[in-house]
């Protein structure tokens, strides 16, 4: 890592890249060295024009930039930045009390306004956050572009021309229709929807609403059909709904109303269970949130028939990277961990950190060669080393995997029979993935 006037600056493909924008090239040379503590590969420069250069050559996953800049202040640098590095998101510093607003076009990828002198400890943090971000734009940029981010479900007999032409008016785009709640479930494992219109089904009730919310967590859903009374609404907010409506208005205004306010309900909620949800070092779910997420899917299995899987993980030798290059190397090492983890998941599996180097990865619906194929994933992720700063690690991952029976349903007991595998694992010094709990008949290939 360079202080900066020139684009060779080196950078390690494993680290995640910070950009530091600031003319007062002390505070840079301090940015970079305690930023590579971290695990970090930062590069300063210390004019608007520099940075400008560097970026046309280099994608930063986050640009920290001082808001008061003797060229181009901090937001129009981000701004000219922001077309350029579509998932870069940024944090800005500023020692001025006014002018720290951001513009409305930029909220979603500024994830802090820091003031001067900048505290490390909440520099450290808004890193972190920026990082996952910035992770979070560029899975989602992969993902199957369709043509619609509206998913609408509704009986063939009560199909509504006249709805889906009001949606495609609020939303620039056709939406896409099925009749099938079975065939929509299996559409929304592969493609991610950001609206979902279901029509109630007397067939199918609330249960139907409660699948759609387990295989698309992110999403607004919308129900409509059904009473004119606030039992159903409290129902339908109950199993994950952010609106229930007795009928949807073939009037686009009033339709944009009703769809801008449930999206922004499903905005705060998300927002609020992120935070309460979310591993602080990491960026992945936490216990709260995994045995939350295992007891809902192990209740809908009950219902459905559908059954869940877990694979969990540890690292063996972890301690020794802790005990001998210091903390800080081993916080990088677990995000490092965690967004390779993060990578081999799909949207309807849930990742989380339990603590320390335990690391499991919820499936809500599976089958034995399926979970296994999640499991050899996630092994195969891990092999590669692990680049901190100069140092080099080699993983050794310990895997175990189990379904939920009836004789498997408690998050506590299901941990304890994947540690139990793992550690005879480790005892026996087997390698690869190991079968727990009630289905150790079943054998790993």
Not at 83 to 97: D, E, K, Q, Y
């Amino acid at each position: 890592m360079q202080e900066m006037n020139s684009l060779q600056s080196p950078q390690l493909d494993e680290a995640p890249t910070v950009l530091f924008v600031d003319d007062e090239r002390d505070i840079a040379r301090v940015f970079v060295r305690i930023t590579k503590d971290w695990g970090y590969e930062a590069d300063a420069v210390c004019s608007s024009e520099d940075a400008l250069k560097l970026a046309s050559v280099l994608n930063y996953e986050v640009v920290v930039t001082d808001l008061l800049m003797p060229e181009l202040n901090g937001v129009q640098l981000i701004e000219m930045l922001s077309r350029r590095l579509p998932n870069t998101t940024f944090v800005l510093v500023s020692g001025a009390v006014e002018g720290r607003d951001v513009p409305v076009e930029l909220a979603d990828r500024v994830v802090s306004v820091l003031p001067k002198p900048v505290n490390w400890d909440d520099l450290r943090s808004a890193l972190e956050r920026a990082v996952e971000l910035s992770e979070f734009r560029r899975v989602s940029s992969t993902r199957p572009v369709v043509p619609t981010q509206t998913l609408v479900i509704e009986s063939a007999s009560t199909g509504s021309l006249s709805l889906r032409h009001a949606l495609e008016i609020v939303d620039g785009s056709k939406p896409e229709t099925m009749s099938r709640l079975d065939d929509a479930l299996v559409r929304l494992y592969d493609t991610k929807f950001d609206t979902i219109v279901v029509e109630r089904s007397a067939e199918q009730g609330w249960d139907a609403v409660r699948r759609l919310r387990l295989a698309a967590p992110e999403a607004t859903l919308v129900v409509f059909g059904g009473p004119d009374d606030d039992d159903a609404l409290f129902q339908a907010l109950e199993c994950g709904a952010q609106d229930y409506l007795t009928s949807v208005s073939s009037n686009s205004s009033e339709l944009r109303r009703a769809l801008s306010v449930a999206r922004a309900r499903r905005r705060a909620e998300l927002q609020e269970m992120r935070a309460s949800f979310s591993d602080g070092l990491t960026g992945l779910a936490n216990r709260t949130a995994w045995e939350e997420r295992v007891r809902q899917a192990a209740s809908s299995s009950q219902r459905t028939g559908a059954t869940p899987g877990v694979v969990s993980l540890d690292l063996g030798g972890f301690r020794n990277i802790n005990d001998v290059y210091g903390r800080n190397v081993g916080d990088a090492v677990l995000r490092e961990v965690a967004g390779r983890v993060a990578r081999e998941v799909r949207d309807y599996e849930l990742a989380a950190r339990l603590g320390g180097d335990e690391f499991v990865v919820l499936a809500t619906q599976v089958d034995p060669p399926g979970l296994q194929k999640l499991a050899q994933r996630l092994l195969s992720g891990l092999t590669p080393v692990v680049k901190v700063g100069s140092h080099e690690f080699q993983l050794t991952p310990r895997v175990a995997l189990t379904l939920l029976g009836d004789g498997l349903r408690d998050p506590a007991e299901i941990l304890r029979e994947l540690a139990r595998t793992r550690h005879r694992a480790h005892r026996e010094g087997a390698s690869g993935v190991h079968w727990a709990g009630v289905n150790e008949t079943i054998q790993a290939h």
